[in-house]
């Protein structure tokens, strides 16, 4: 057992982890973070990303005794950011989903992808957002909903509400 601090969605937390405890499992299980999808347990899917110092990265691959002192955001998290809730927006009026399920992990990973380039170009775009799979195949809808929230991260607007 290890005792981890971390910051989740904006509160601080303190736990009590096992060793061998992954992030996915910790999010979910303990935390109630419902966004944080499991599906392929091996980062192939890209489903369980959040961001960890805003870098987009797979849960299912750490251990959450190696993100101690780290700040989390998930896709709850996003939803008070003014910029990423239009990005949520024009995921919807894209049709960028069909199911649903792999929406927060493509919310978070744009999220990352335009906080750290509000210029991103299609490619860079294809590019930072192909290590999470979408099995209902709207990647061009989701594509085209990035684009589209482009302009809000640039415009120099708050970022919260």
Not at 17 to 43: F, H, M, P, Q, Y
Not at 114 to 131: F, V
């Amino acid at each position: 057992m290890k005792e981890i601090r971390i910051n989740v969605n904006g509160v601080f937390r303190h736990l009590i982890v096992e060793d061998n405890e992954i992030l996915l499992d910790t999010l979910r299980t303990r935390l109630g973070i419902t966004s944080v999808k499991a599906a392929c347990w091996r980062g192939e899917c890209g489903l369980c990303t959040v961001l960890i110092d805003n870098k987009p990265m797979k849960s299912c691959m750490l251990l959450s005794v190696e993100v101690d002192g780290s700040e989390i955001l998930t896709a709850e998290g996003l939803y008070n950011n003014k910029r990423a809730r239009v990005l949520m927006e024009s995921f919807v009026k894209h049709g960028a989903m069909q199911c649903g399920f792999c929406t927060p992990a493509f919310v978070t990973t744009a999220h990352s992808v335009l906080s750290s380039n509000p210029d991103a170009d299609d490619q860079e775009i294809s590019e930072k957002l192909k290590g999470v799979i979408c099995r209902c195949g709207t990647y061009f809808q989701i594509k085209e909903a990035v684009k589209s929230a482009r302009a809000f991260y640039k415009d120099g607007s708050p970022e919260t509400f």
